[in-house]
């Protein structure tokens, strides 16, 4: 994508999500926008008044193309998500401001799957990089919804937790590799 077609003209009225507050806002359609980055199917894009993430589902509105996110995989023999595809799911969940997923940044502490009376549960526990990111709920929305893609899965639990506290030694190699750390 050259410099010139990062500039976009939203078509519609959509509403974003506010970096770094986590607030929700509404641009206008007319409104003037730069795409900054472009991962897990969101959008980081530059307004007048700020940084905003758009959802995939509103792509449209900047002239990208809506994709399908449904996710082809498995159930296990017992009707139980496939785990993999619920690690591949998480690593599709981005910190609008970093570009490495929550999985390779090691935000996410633990996955653990169990049966319920609707059927299977993920239960998420992850943390931030800084406790004053105004971004955690909408981060933690953002993992839900794409865990609840995957066939199998009827809940997800994605919590928040502080203990123990993040550092970037626990950044995968390959994070570290993307964030130029190594």
Not at 47 to 60: E, H
Request: aromatic letters at 6%; hydrophobic letters at 40%; proline letters at 5%.
């Amino acid at each position: 994508m050259s410099s010139a077609s990062k500039d976009r003209i939203l078509s519609r009225d959509i509403v974003v999500t506010q970096i770094p507050s986590g607030d929700k806002h509404t641009l206008f359609a007319g409104a003037k926008v730069f795409i900054h980055q472009v991962l897990g199917g969101t959008y980081t894009v530059q307004g007048d008044a700020g940084l905003y993430r758009i959802d995939g589902k509103d792509a449209d509105a900047i002239g990208e193309t809506v994709t399908d996110h449904a996710v082809q995989a498995a159930t296990l023999a017992d009707g139980a998500p496939d785990p993999e595809a619920l690690w591949d799911q998480l690593r599709k969940v981005y910190d609008p401001e970093i570009p490495v997923n929550i999985v390779d940044l090691g935000l996410v502490y633990s996955l653990d799957v169990t049966k319920s009376d609707t059927g299977y549960k993920a239960d998420v526990a992850m943390t931030l990089t800084a406790p004053g990111c105004g971004m955690g709920p909408a981060i933690a929305e953002d993992a839900k919804g794409k865990l609840l893609l995957v066939p199998g899965l009827s809940v997800a639990d994605v919590r928040i937790v502080w203990e123990p506290t993040w550092n970037q030694s626990m950044i995968s190699e390959e994070g570290k590799m993307k964030l130029g750390l190594i």
